[in-house]
């Protein structure tokens, strides 16, 4: 397993969570990652992203000043700490990476090509 998300869980809204992704391997070693996150009936969107060369950010508009995306290039994990979660944030959340030797960040899910599992984040109003 190269990237294992977790830390979804159930929360009100307003309310907060922190989603975690374990990195390995070549997924581990890539430069750019990423949040993405699929409701039910919609398809797969990015969320947030950050590109370790240069030390860039990137976020989904309207999840920008309630989201935080981070990295622990010791623990080899990539983080996202959500707060003021609202119903719309429902979602299975996915973690992602470019893979080894790719410096480019985009938002394009095609673009990914190590994918975790998923973990399902629900917020309730």
């Known amino acids: 397993v190269q990237l294992q998300a977790f830390g979804g869980g159930w929360v009100q809204a307003g309310g907060s969570l922190r989603l975690s992704c374990a990195a390995s391997?070549?997924?581990?070693?890539?430069?750019?990652m990423g949040w993405f996150r699929q409701a039910p009936g919609k398809e797969r969107e990015f969320v947030a992203g950050l590109n370790w060369v240069g030390g860039s950010t990137y976020y989904k508009e309207s999840v920008k000043g309630r989201f935080t995306i981070s990295r622990d290039n010791v623990e080899n994990t990539m983080y996202l700490q959500m707060n003021s979660l609202k119903p719309e944030d429902t979602a299975v959340y996915y973690c992602a990476a470019r893979g080894t030797g790719i410096t480019v960040f985009t938002r394009t899910r095609q673009a990914y090509k190590y994918w975790g599992q998923g973990t399902k984040v629900t917020v309730s109003s």
């Open positions: 391997g070549r997924a581990g070693s890539s430069a750019v």
